[in-house]
């Protein structure tokens, strides 16, 4: 499986979408700092991801997120959503 991934910091509440094979590790590995264009903003969490059987498809949804605001906005705001709807407990 291939993962498009949406993190956020929080240290400072921005997001970063990246792609991988290996969501799990790849957390890990932005949260211990190898990823050199991200590491000032340590801690990170998950907070979006989208699984694909297709290497390629993954990596042309990650682009397009990266170079569309309006594609990343869609889903951060279907993100808020979920946040702030009621529970329905009764």
């Given amino acids: 499986m291939y993962y498009v991934y949406f993190i956020r910091s929080r240290q400072d509440n921005s997001i970063y979408v990246g792609y991988t094979n290996n969501l799990k590790k790849r957390i890990k590995e932005h949260n211990q700092g190898k990823t050199k264009s991200i590491k000032h903003k340590l801690p990170f969490e998950l907070i979006y991801f989208e699984a694909y059987i297709n290497k390629t498809v993954a990596r ?3 682009i397009k997120f990266k170079k569309s605001w309006s594609e990343k906005e869609t889903v ?6 979920i946040e702030t709807a009621p529970s329905s407990s009764g």
């Fill in 60 to 62: 042309k949804r990650e």
């Fill in 76 to 81: 951060l705001k279907r993100l808020a959503n």
